[in-house]
């Protein structure tokens, strides 16, 4: 069974369409499982200084994975290991290998140095975090965390490998593994370590996302080894890799941002946030993510090979879906923002002030997901093209717009009354605690907003094809996500008439038949209009079934 179990998680996906469904079912399943980690800290801790400290604890990892780990990022090393396989494969495995013993070495003393200074690091960014009672237990979590960036660093380098053997179920899945290992830290190293139980259930996941990648490389003769790394090749792939740093970096800036704002509003600010975001994260990983990891293997072969008409098909096809179904998930999420909070964080200490609240902060955070999934697709085309400053310039952008957003409307939000009211009572949180975070959130979409719009706009510059092959999804996708979600809308309208919303099963059992009958008038609007990509769906989905019923 075991060994069955692996040959299907390393089996080879070739189709675009396929492999991208084939890594949102896994990714799904990550985030589902991200969701369950996310409601049992809410069940535990409500929206307290725990968890707001427990997030903020991330921060100076992530800064260090964002502008270490990524100097030998996955999507220059695609290429190179690619090029390099093809003269021999010893040099696609000591380019494996110096990578790996850059990030031990460097990546692994920079976090021997931040665990060393991390009370003085931290007094810096979270003065506000200086005064309180488990500011010793902060430190300590966060000395613990700062193992994380090692891990993920050292698992980003040998799925390079797992990509280029296009074994996408098996990358979906490390997602699964990681947070099988924070959930385990959650439920039972908490109890027995504290605070620090939660940093090594975050440690084990990071292990468990590296472990799983390990047996496909062996296999493919890529094994890394000990060796004196060739400090000429590094220096090209660092070169080469520093523009994606810089721009995961401007990503990785705005979360620590957001937490430093939010640091000093209300208490429970920053889990709010968090919450919010990660709930907003399910949709794009499935939709965006899927598309983009599943693209960017192709897309490298495609340019090197110089099929500049197949290279600009394969992103608009890929585009062109990715956006039908952002569209559908920017309006329903909205609509069914409640719901969702409630179903998925509403137990133990989680207040119905804090689903209202991250309701709101969720559906603000929705209105963004299109440019945020078109983000992740372009820049991964443009680093398949070997053009590293373009998402650069992109991204850095996109988190000028929203820190300075972020700035500005908290400014606004604190200083002019009729704006905080006209919000407030646009996302429906008139007298809830704490509405400041929302001004926070709407900079943040802002800014990526902009960044997608600039994303299309000089892609679709270059290659005009590409314009011409998505822009008819916009308005097409728009005008059937809204109808449905109108569908959706009037469905809890008349439901919420006949059922009282007491239980858990209830708001579950309504948000279930308002977003299924949404989804039934979103792709039934689309079935009318002739779209191409609902024409596409239809033609995978009776391929799918046709094979099905002549294997059996």
Do not use: C
């Amino acid at each position: 069974m075991v060994t069955s179990f692996f040959r299907i998680i390393r089996k080879e996906v070739a189709n675009l369409h396929a492999a991208a469904y084939t890594v949102a079912i896994f990714t799904l399943l990550a985030q589902l499982l991200a969701l369950l980690r996310d409601r049992v800290l809410a069940h535990s801790f409500g929206t307290g200084e725990f968890l707001d400290l427990y997030y903020a604890a991330f921060k100076l990892p992530d800064i260090l994975f964002a502008l270490i780990a990524s100097l030998v990022s996955a999507y220059i090393l695609i290429p190179l290991i690619a090029r390099a396989g093809e003269e021999s494969k010893m040099k696609a495995r000591e380019l494996l290998s110096d990578a790996i013993i850059f990030l031990s070495i460097v990546l692994g003393g920079a976090a021997v140095v931040s665990a060393i200074f991390a009370p003085q690091i931290l007094s810096v960014l979270y003065p506000s975090f200086t005064g309180s009672e488990l500011f010793a237990e902060f430190v300590l979590l966060t000395r613990i965390l700062l193992i994380q960036p090692v891990l993920l660093g050292i698992s980003s380098v040998i799925s390079s490998v797992t990509q280029l053997e296009r074994r996408f179920l098996l990358y979906a899945l490390s997602g699964v593994f990681y947070n099988v290992g924070i959930i385990f830290g959650i439920l039972v190293l908490e109890p027995i370590f504290g605070i620090a139980g939660l940093g090594y259930g975050v440690v084990l996941g990071a292990f468990l996302h590296m472990a799983l990648h390990i047996p496909v490389v062996v296999a493919s003769g890529l094994a890394p080894y000990i060796k004196v790394p060739d400090i000429a090749r590094l220096k090209s792939v660092v070169l080469h890799s520093f523009p994606r740093s810089l721009a995961l970096s401007a990503h990785i800036l705005i979360g620590v941002a957001v937490t430093i704002l939010a640091a000093n509003l209300s208490e429970g600010s920053i889990t709010i946030f968090n919450f919010a975001y990660n709930l907003e994260s399910v949709p794009l990983a499935l939709i965006g993510a899927s598309y983009a990891v599943v693209a960017f293997p192709t897309l490298a072969t495609l340019h090197a090979a110089n099929d500049v008409t197949m290279f600009v098909k394969r992103v608009s096809d890929a585009a062109r879906h990715l956006v039908l179904w952002s569209m559908f998930a920017l309006v329903i999420f909205i609509v069914l923002r409640a719901h969702l909070v409630r179903v998925v964080f509403g137990t133990g200490e989680f207040t119905w002030n804090d689903t209202r609240l991250t309701a709101a902060v969720l559906a603000i955070l929705m209105v963004s997901i299109v440019g945020q999934a078109l983000v992740l697709l372009i820049a991964r085309a443009y680093y398949a093209a070997g053009k590293t400053f373009t998402p650069l310039i992109i991204q850095g952008l996109g988190a000028f717009i929203s820190i300075g957003g972020a700035i500005v409307l908290l400014y606004v939000h604190e200083q002019v009354p009729a704006y905080a009211y006209f919000m407030e009572s646009l996302l429906r949180i008139s007298f809830v605690p704490g509405t400041e975070i929302i001004s926070i959130a709407l900079g943040v979409s802002i800014g990526q907003v902009f960044a997608g719009l600039l994303a299309f706009v000089l892609f679709a510059r270059q290659h005009p094809v590409f314009r011409r092959a998505v822009l008819p999804v916009f308005f097409q996708s728009f005008s059937a996500a809204i109808i449905g979600g109108a569908t959706a809308y009037s469905t809890l309208t008349l439901l919420g008439g006949i059922f009282a919303l007491t239980s858990l099963t209830a708001v579950l059992a309504q948000g279930v038949l308002a977003g299924t009958l949404g989804l039934i008038v979103f792709l039934f609007v689309l079935w009318g209009l002739s779209n191409r990509e609902f024409q596409e769906i239809q033609a995978g989905m009776a391929g799918f079934l046709q094979k099905k019923s002549q294997s059996s």
